[in-house]
Nanobody
Framework: QVQLVESGGGLVQTGDSLRLSCAAS????????MGWFRQAPGKEREFVSA????????YYADSMKGRFTISRDNAKNTVYLQMNNLKPADTAIYYC??????????????????WGQGTQVVVSS
């Protein structure tokens, strides 16, 4: 079992930055690929970014490339999502997720077994 707790969300203005954190506890964090997803009001949950267990591979949704950066610190059991140049369209609840096996692509939410409760990000115009 893995417990995931997100933090770092908040209310910001267009163009601001935020860094989300996801702290993991339970099973060995360093063996899990990690992902970030988000769900905006009235919309389905969508892929944001993912990082392999070693940190050697990263993935981004097209709309986040160049603005968001995912990273992890296995010594701290934490994955981060640095979000720059935020836009109102980035307003959503952001979830982190963990997977032990790669049955599906990292962009597919069905690939992830463990989920956090989410952290709210609101970007005002």
């Amino acid at each position: 079992q893995v417990q995931l707790v997100e933090s770092g969300g908040g209310l910001v203005q267009t163009g601001d930055s935020l860094r989300l954190s996801c702290a993991a506890s339970g099973r060995t964090f360093s063996s899990f690929d990690m992902g970030w997803f988000r769900q905006a009001p009235g919309k389905e949950r969508e892929f944001v970014s993912a990082i392999s267990w070693s940190g050697s591979s990263t993935y981004y949704a097209d709309s986040m490339k160049g603005r968001f950066t995912i990273s992890r610190d296995n010594a701290k059991n934490t994955v981060y999502l640095q979000m720059n140049n935020l836009k109102p369209a980035d307003t959503a609840i952001y979830y982190c997720a963990a997977r032990a096996t790669a049955l599906y692509p990292a962009t597919n939410e069905n690939s992830y077994t463990y989920w956090g409760q989410g952290t709210q990000v609101v970007v005002s115009s």
